[in-house]
């Protein structure tokens, strides 16, 4: 019996369907999560999905967290490859938010520096005001 032959798909047709996996899911997931989340589509060799996430980040559609080991769609594509999040440690809840004046403080910093930056994710890592009010009702 023949198998049937896969159809390739272009770089550009990867990305879409990769960055459409993470907005789909709404939170962090790891590389591996979003294989599982597009093998339907074809898109099932690691590399491949590696490469597309690279891509992605580089066109400021997508952002590593370096400490949840995971990657989520950009939600302010107009920053360029600078970005603030917040991480829930209790719920898993993770916020992108824009603070040009801690983007602006840091690069002030990296200029005087003559520090060359190639990307800025910054992660604040705490309780997000849910988990932390009922902390403080079950206190």
Same mark, same amino acid.
């Given at each position: 019996?023949?198998?049937?032959?896969?159809?390739?798909?272009?770089?550009?047709?990867?990305?879409?369907?990769?960055?459409?996996?993470?907005?789909?899911?709404?939170?962090?997931? %790891?590389?591996?999560?979003?294989?599982?989340? *597009?093998?339907?589509?074809?898109?099932?060799?690691?590399?491949? /999905?590696?490469?597309?996430?690279?891509?992605?980040?580089?066109?400021?559609?997508?952002?590593? !967290?370096? %400490? !949840?080991?995971?990657? /989520?769609?950009?939600?302010?594509?107009?920053?360029?490859?600078?970005? *603030?999040?917040?991480?829930?440690?209790?719920?898993?809840?993770?916020?992108?938010?824009?603070?040009? %004046?801690?983007?602006?403080? !840091?690069?002030?910093?990296?200029?005087?520096?003559?520090?060359?930056?190639? %990307?800025?994710?910054?992660?604040?890592?705490?309780?997000?005001?849910?988990?932390?009010?009922?902390?403080?009702?079950?206190?």
């Amino acid at each position: 019996m023949q198998q049937k032959p896969t159809k390739r798909r272009s770089a550009a047709d990867q990305d879409k369907i990769i960055v459409a996996a993470l907005r789909d899911a709404g939170r962090p997931v %790891s590389a591996y999560e979003l294989i599982d989340q *597009v093998k339907g589509t074809g898109v099932t060799a690691p590399p491949t /999905v590696y490469r597309a996430l690279q891509r992605l980040i580089d066109d400021g559609l997508a952002h590593r !967290l370096e %400490s !949840l080991n995971a990657f /989520v769609a950009c939600n302010h594509p107009h920053h360029a490859n600078k970005a *603030v999040f917040a991480i829930c440690d209790a719920c898993g809840a993770v916020t992108e938010f824009d603070s040009a %004046s801690a983007i602006k403080a !840091l690069q002030t910093w990296a200029k005087g520096a003559e520090f060359q930056v190639r %990307s800025m994710t910054l992660e604040l890592r705490g309780k997000c005001k849910a988990c932390a009010a009922a902390g403080s009702a079950a206190g």
